[in-house]
């Protein structure tokens, strides 16, 4: 799964990485090293204008959600804290990403992100969780692939009142290899540059050719590095988080 992220980039660079369309950025999120659930998250999107005309092109927005996806038929919010993660082999028959996956595609920007492994002490037989900050070889960005959806508020009143709706994503994730496979069986999917319009595009609706879009973190060149047991407390934030720490002990490792 993918339980943490790092998202540090100022909303600027990010509008201008994504060519945004929609300039109004609104209260800006500040960086993060430790981006939890539930937490408010960039995203990337595009929608049609409401007023639009029908065959009217969708517009790039860089806007925030929720992180957490709350499908639109769901009683209240509390299944978003189960929904951080939507595994890539059955994404296109569970109800809760079905639809998004056809028609509410975006892109998360991070750093890179966090697992954690479970490292057995050869002296004590106690087992610890070890975390590691995996990213891109190179350090460059990630883009990493989401779906999100419309929720409302079935207590709220007229539906044209913007509290009465919540916007959440998921992050989709595939089997780990690499760096990634050695920390945890399962981790991120991205969406290569070239990629981008393709994925965003709300017209495009071919799940196959969907799929075919998605693919490894960093192409697959992936660094891990042991990182401060910090990050495990979502209060605790900082780019000391990222910093290499002293690895684990050698010791049997087990799946995280």
Same mark, same amino acid.
């Given at each position: 799964?993918?339980?943490?992220?790092?998202?540090?980039?100022?909303?600027?660079?990010?509008?201008?990485?994504?060519?945004?369309?929609?300039?109004? /950025?609104?209260?800006?999120?500040?960086?993060?090293?430790?981006?939890?659930?539930?937490?408010?998250? *960039?995203?990337?999107?595009?929608?049609?204008?409401?007023?639009?005309?029908?065959?009217?092109?969708?517009?790039?927005?860089?806007?925030?959600?929720? @992180?957490?996806?709350?499908?639109? *038929?769901?009683?209240?919010?509390?299944?978003?804290?189960?929904? +951080?993660?939507? $595994?890539?082999?059955?994404?296109? =028959?569970?109800?809760?990403?079905?639809?998004?996956?056809? $028609?509410?595609?975006?892109?998360?920007?991070?750093?890179?992100?966090? =697992? @954690?492994?479970?490292?057995?002490?050869?002296?004590?037989?106690?087992?610890?969780?070890?975390?590691?900050?995996?990213?891109?070889?190179?350090?460059?960005?990630?883009?990493?692939?989401?779906?999100?959806?419309?929720?409302?508020?079935?207590?709220?009143?007229?539906?044209?009142?913007?509290?009465?709706?919540?916007?959440?994503?998921? +992050?989709?994730?595939?089997?780990?290899?690499?760096?990634?496979? $050695?920390?945890?069986?399962?981790?991120?999917?991205?969406?290569?540059?070239?990629?981008?319009?393709? *994925?965003?595009?709300?017209?495009?609706?071919?799940? &196959?050719? /969907?799929?075919?879009? /998605?693919?490894?973190?960093?192409?697959?060149?992936?660094?891990?590095?042991?990182?401060?047991?910090?990050?495990?407390?979502?209060?605790?934030?900082?780019?000391?988080?990222?910093?290499?720490?002293?690895?684990?002990?050698?010791?049997?490792?087990?799946? &995280?």
């Amino acid at each position: 799964m993918c339980g943490r992220y790092a998202s540090t980039r100022s909303p600027e660079d990010l509008a201008r990485q994504f060519q945004i369309t929609d300039r109004d /950025l609104g209260d800006p999120l500040a960086p993060s090293w430790n981006v939890a659930p539930t937490d408010e998250v *960039w995203a990337v999107l595009e929608r049609t204008p409401r007023d639009a005309s029908a065959d009217a092109p969708a517009a790039r927005h860089l806007r925030t959600l929720r @992180w957490g996806l709350v499908p639109s *038929w769901a009683k209240d919010t509390k299944i978003g804290a189960r929904l +951080i993660n939507a $595994r890539v082999e059955t994404l296109h =028959e569970k109800p809760a990403f079905r639809t998004a996956f056809a $028609r509410r595609r975006c892109l998360l920007p991070a750093d890179g992100f966090y =697992e @954690w492994q479970r490292v057995e002490d050869p002296q004590t037989g106690k087992v610890r969780k070890q975390p590691y900050f995996i990213h891109s070889a190179d350090d460059h960005g990630m883009a990493l692939a989401g779906l999100y959806e419309f929720w409302r508020d079935p207590d709220a009143g007229h539906e044209d009142d913007p509290s009465a709706w919540l916007t959440t994503c998921t +992050i989709i994730t595939t089997e780990a290899t690499d760096a990634a496979g $050695r920390v945890h069986p399962r981790m991120p999917l991205t969406v290569a540059e070239e990629h981008y319009d393709a *994925w965003l595009d709300p017209s495009r609706q071919d799940t &196959g050719a /969907l799929r075919d879009l /998605l693919e490894q973190p960093g192409g697959g060149r992936l660094d891990a590095r042991p990182v401060s047991t910090a990050v495990n407390n979502v209060r605790n934030n900082g780019p000391q988080l990222v910093e290499a720490v002293t690895g684990p002990s050698s010791g049997t490792t087990q799946p &995280g």
